[in-house]
């Protein structure tokens, strides 16, 4: 038995699943998961002394690699001086300067502890600045899991949602609306039907959870527009896009401004943080300036502020990191395509990446489902095998880092080549 059978045996017995987050199990990939011990740069090692090269980056928050030696040594440091004051710091003020710099739509910014509670506050604050109750959220868009937004469309064209999840009221989601994802028409429905109800519209810009899809041209543009006419909320969820696509995440990458945008992974910089903001008029509606109450204990956390700011001012003052992550996801795509052909349909943008084992080309949800989850699993255990640590599910994206070097990519490839050539015999 190895020490992650081991492990994971143990961990079952105390934790359910023997997992603190679902898609760790492996479950979609039918095999037990490997335990992590340490990482660093591109590469994690596991529990039985396996080296990977990383295409998960802790699901985003990675794209300076791992245990970058400057946020470490910064953290260090704050330790020294505390962890937690429950109380206004230096340092959360500077990271608030620094978000609405490089995106400028931020005019101000809440902090909070994960991307779930970010969207959760941003979607009460819609509504509070609104007076309207209505939202409206993509099939296959992920937004955390809160009550509201753990959602499946219901029965019926115009789409009403229904609980995803046991232990979620149906009253809990009768505010939520679904519309598709790069349909425009889809949306345009729900505003005739819902006409002056609906406070928002929130998506993310280019949706990551149901694999990587990109937004059509013109669809972001017709969200901004039809937002705009029925003075509803446009709210960028940009938990994975933001500081990804671009220092300004996808609004700047697209050239469209929403009202709110909601943030987290690579913004703590690999400690649990989370953000929202944006117009300042609309946040000044929170407590204790307004109305809408949000709060937290550890909200703004000294050492969480430390790693993040670090994070962000180095993709702030090295803009050509961008082009470095995407010129290597862009190699890995070709390579991709160049062994599979027209078995797989590779969707890749900025350095975010899927490989859908699929000949449709993926546009959308029902797209996406399309794909050979079996054989996903089987390419995923392969690539494991030979030390390359993928997304445990066919419907998460591959993150590449700064940390991914010319070794590494080499050594992807080969691994892709030996795949696909393995596929033919
Ligand atoms: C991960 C994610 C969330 C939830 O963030 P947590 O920190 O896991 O709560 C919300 N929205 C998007 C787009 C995400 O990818």
Not at 38 to 48: C, M, T, V, Y
Not at 321 to 341: M, P, V
Request: with cysteine; glycine share 10%; aromatic share 10%.
């Amino acid at each position: 038995m190895t020490q992650s059978d081991e492990l994971f045996e143990r961990s079952k017995k105390r934790i359910p699943g023997g997992v603190n987050s679902p898609v760790r199990a492996y479950q979609a990939v039918g095999r037990n998961p490997v335990f992590i011990k340490k990482a660093k740069g591109s590469h994690i090692f596991d529990e039985d002394g396996n080296e990977y090269i990383d295409y998960v980056c802790s699901w985003g928050p990675g794209i300076l690699g791992h245990a970058d030696e400057e946020v470490i040594n910064e953290v260090q440091k704050a330790c020294q001086d505390g962890l937690t004051f429950g109380a206004p710091t230096r340092k959360e003020c500077a990271i608030a300067e620094l978000i609405a710099q490089m995106m400028p739509s931020m005019e101000m910014t809440r902090m909070v502890s994960s991307g779930t509670e970010a969207v959760m506050s941003a979607i009460r604050v819609a509504r509070g600045f609104t007076g309207k109750d209505y939202i409206i959220k993509f099939r296959g868009c992920y937004h955390g899991h809160s009550d509201g937004l753990l959602v499946k469309a219901g029965s019926g064209v115009l789409m009403q949602a229904v609980p995803d999840s046991a232990g979620v009221p149906s009253g809990y989601t009768q505010y939520t609306l679904i519309a598709e994802y790069n349909n425009c028409d889809s949306v345009a429905k729900l505003f005739e039907e819902y006409k002056g109800k609906i406070a928002a519209i929130v998506v993310e810009p280019v949706a990551a959870n149901m694999g990587v899809v990109q937004p059509k041209e013109g669809f972001l543009e017709y969200l901004r527009k039809i937002t705009k006419e029925n003075d509803a909320l446009l709210i960028f969820d940009e938990v994975i896009t933001g500081f990804r696509l671009a220092p300004g995440g996808a609004q700047q990458f697209f050239g469209v401004t929403p009202d709110l945008t909601t943030l987290g992974k690579i913004i703590g910089g690999g400690m649990p943080v989370g953000a929202y903001g944006g117009r300042k008029e609309i946040m000044e509606c929170v407590a204790p300036l307004g109305n809408v109450y949000q709060a937290g204990t550890l909200s703004g956390n000294p050492i969480a502020m430390t790693a993040g700011l670090v994070t962000l001012k180095r993709l702030f003052e090295h803009p050509e990191i961008y082009t470095q992550i995407e010129q290597t996801t862009k190699t890995l795509a070709d390579a991709y395509r160049n062994a599979f052909k027209d078995q797989v349909c590779v969707n890749q943008i900025g350095s975010l990446m899927s490989v859908f084992f699929t000949k449709e080309k993926v546009v959308d949800f029902a797209s996406g489902q399309t794909s050979d989850r079996k054989k996903y699993a089987d390419y995923f255990c392969f690539f494991l095998e030979r030390g390359i640590h993928l997304a445990p599910s066919q419907f998460e994206a591959m993150f590449v880092s700064v940390a991914h070097h010319k070794e590494d990519v080499e050594k992807t490839i080969q691994v892709i080549d030996q795949y696909a050539a393995s596929q033919k015999r």
